[in-house]
């Protein structure tokens, strides 16, 4: 099975910006559509982009023009950009990787992001 690991978070200052890494153990190139999901404390954990085996992107509107999801198939790993952090994007965000063939999912162990000033 697949193995993600995520990278890249930390304390960010309200309007600053993130990047992060999720590096994944094989190839995802046309295999997986991968996914950057965030869980806040007492809450469920949301989608906030995906981007399928075709490259094409999906985002959350809570995100929605502050985020780009992006991958390097040579890489074999995913990017997650976001700018104009609010407060309201602390939490916890997890890499997941869904195999195309049979929809099995699998999960990275999470990097927490905090925005405080």
């Known amino acids: 099975q697949v193995q993600l690991v995520e990278s890249g978070g930390g304390l960010v200052q309200p309007g600053g910006s993130l990047s992060l890494s999720c590096a994944a153990s094989?190839?995802?190139?046309?295999?997986?559509?991968m996914g950057w999901y965030r869980q806040a404390p007492g809450k469920q954990r949301d989608m906030v982009a995906t981007i399928s085996s075709g490259n094409r992107p999906n985002y959350a509107s809570a995100v929605k023009g502050r985020a780009t999801i992006s991958k390097d198939n040579a890489k074999n790993t995913v990017y997650l950009q976001m700018n104009s952090l609010k407060p309201e994007d602390t939490a916890v965000y997890y890499c997941?990787?869904?195999?195309?063939?049979?929809?099995?999912?699998?999960w990275g162990q999470g990097t927490q992001v905090t925005v405080s000033p």
């Open positions: 997941k990787a869904r195999r195309v063939r049979n929809g099995l999912e699998y």
């Open positions: 094989e190839s995802i190139s046309g295999y997986y559509v």
